[in-house]
């Protein structure tokens, strides 16, 4: 898999589509854009297989837990270097139960 760059906004990506479809040359593009013209080049060639110059979608794995959770479990790791997952994991388990009974009262 390839390094993931900068992804250039939608503003940018647009004007670059519309110069090209206004036939100007693609280095004419990307000069006075200061872009690369191999950037200039990649988007133009997407518009191209695509019709579009929106990022596809990306599939992502569906988290178990909250960013307070993940919180909570790197505090305490940081605290006790020492203790096992399991240990944090059975904490956490009580810290949860505690707070969702403060919410739900």
Not at 44 to 61: D, M
Request: proline share 4%; aromatic share 2%; hydrophobic share 35%.
């Amino acid at each position: 898999m390839g390094r993931k760059l900068k992804e250039y906004s939608d503003d940018i990506r647009n004007r670059v589509i519309n110069k090209h479809l206004d036939k100007v040359s693609n280095r004419e593009i990307a000069q006075p854009m200061l872009l690369p013209h191999s950037s200039v080049n990649s988007m133009i060639k997407k518009y191209k297989e695509t019709g579009s110059v929106q990022n596809k979608p990306r599939c992502a794995r569906e988290l178990i837990t909250t960013l307070m959770t993940d919180r909570l479990i790197v505090r305490r790791a940081l605290k006790d270097r020492r203790i096992s997952a399991p240990e944090i994991k059975e904490e956490l388990a009580i810290v949860v139960l505690h707070l969702k009974s403060l919410l739900l009262s």
